[in-house]
């Protein structure tokens, strides 16, 4: 392994590291205070939220800056045919989900679950918070989770795993996985399976993207615009 993959190697072992313990550090740093997530409110969770987003938005904005600064440029130099990109694309996507929702939901019919769970426990936490604080999370399920996300499994693995195939498989799996894992006490195994289908889906999808574009931001556009539809779909719901 030369120095270049095994720097690269090392950045996204610490950024992984980071977003599945930066929630534990933070409550830890809260406990210093007297603060206790089970105590406090559903908008200070939301707030608690939004500091964790912005944490994770932070440390992969300093780990890929120069990647990202590169891709930027590449936008600005073709803004008009990167936004018809991403509407084309979107439009895509949609199809491809809600065929992927009616499939999972078939499946689920077919187990014999009830189609009202089908809702990720991700999901539902979004829609309680929305509740409360709407704006707060337009801006954080919007723009910093498809920012940061997309930085951590798409450049981040890219870097490490290079262009092609597999790149595409295990970035869309583990993006998908972590969405629906760990379950929720009570939930069958098989649901989960299930619930993480269209997540996966959603990952590869979006891995294809940058695999194909080599640009972040195109893919950063169609997860924004995912995140942004549903978050506006649930507040039309309150």
């Known amino acids: 392994m ?3 993959k095994l720097y690269n190697l090392l950045k996204i072992l610490f950024s992984l590291l980071c ?4 929630g534990s550090i933070l409550k830890l740093v809260l406990k210093l205070f007297n603060i206790d997530l089970t105590t406090i409110s559903t908008k200070g969770l939301v707030i608690y939220q939004l500091v964790l987003s912005l944490i994770m ?3 992969l904005l300093l780990i890929y800056f120069k990647d990202i600064k590169k891709d930027f440029k590449k936008l600005k130099g073709n803004i008009k045919s990167s936004i018809w990109y991403i509407i084309k694309t979107f439009i895509i996507f949609m199809i491809v989900k809600y065929i992927v929702s009616f499939i999972s939901v078939l499946i689920m019919t077919l187990l014999g679950f009830d189609t009202t769970s089908f809702t990720s426990v991700n999901q539902n936490l979004i829609q309680d918070y929305i509740k409360v604080a709407p704006i707060l999370m337009v801006f954080t399920t919007s723009f910093l989770g498809p920012f940061y996300e997309e930085i951590l499994f798409r450049l981040g693995f890219k870097k490490v795993l290079g262009k092609g195939i597999w790149f595409v498989i295990i970035s869309g799996f583990i ?3 972590m969405h629906v894992f760990p379950l929720e006490e009570g939930i069958p195994l ?5 619930q993480s289908i269209s997540y996966v889906t959603m990952g590869i999808f979006l891995a294809h993207i940058y695999n194909k574009t080599d640009n972040i931001f195109l893919s950063i556009g169609v997860h924004f615009l995912n995140n942004f539809l549903s978050v506006l779909t649930m507040i039309n719901m309150i």
């Not at 977003?19 to 930066?22: Q, R, Y």
């Not at 098989?190 to 299930?194: F, K, N, S, Y």
């Open 57 to 59: 938005f932070s440390i």
């Open 19 to 22: 977003f599945f313990n930066i």
């Open 190 to 194: 098989a649901l989960g399976i299930v």
């Open 175 to 177: 993006f998908g996985v």
């Open 2 to 4: 030369n120095k270049e």
